[in-house]
């Protein structure tokens, strides 16, 4: 089982970035999809951005796709989500996952993290 740890999230003014980080100890931690899913408050889970195993696919929800950015750096064995232009929408939790499935598709995700807290202030 592939154990994930999320980290990154605080409290940040409206207008700011935040970088998570989604980090596996498990040396086959490259070999997994890794997907981003944003909880809002109250709310499903959505994905909102994947990469692929050999971080040549990438994926991002319409509505974030302009302010997200999600990158692997393998030696690390760590994923990395990049949020700019930070807005009080973007408040929840947010959860990293490992999929050996399918990249777009949130029932492909087997291995969750315990999520880190977004807040975003106006």
């Known amino acids: 089982q592939v154990q994930l740890v999320e980290s990154g999230g605080g409290l940040v003014q409206a207008g700011g970035s935040l970088r998570l980080s989604c980090v596996s100890s498990a040396r086959t931690f490259s070999t997994y999809n890794i997907g981003w899913f944003h909880q809002p408050p109250g709310k499903e889970r959505q994905l909102v951005a994947a990469v692929s195993w050999s971080g040549g696919s990438t994926f991002y929800e319409d509505s974030v796709k302009a302010r997200f950015d999600i990158s692997r750096d393998y030696a690390k064995n760590t994923v990395y989500l990049e949020i700019g232009s930070l807005r009080p929408e973007d408040t929840g939790v947010y959860y990293c996952?490992?999929?050996?499935?399918?990249?777009?598709?949130?029932?492909?995700?087997?291995?969750w993290g315990q999520g880190t807290q977004v807040t975003v202030s106006s």
């Open positions: 996952a490992a999929s050996i499935g399918g990249l777009a598709t949130s029932g492909e995700y087997a291995y």
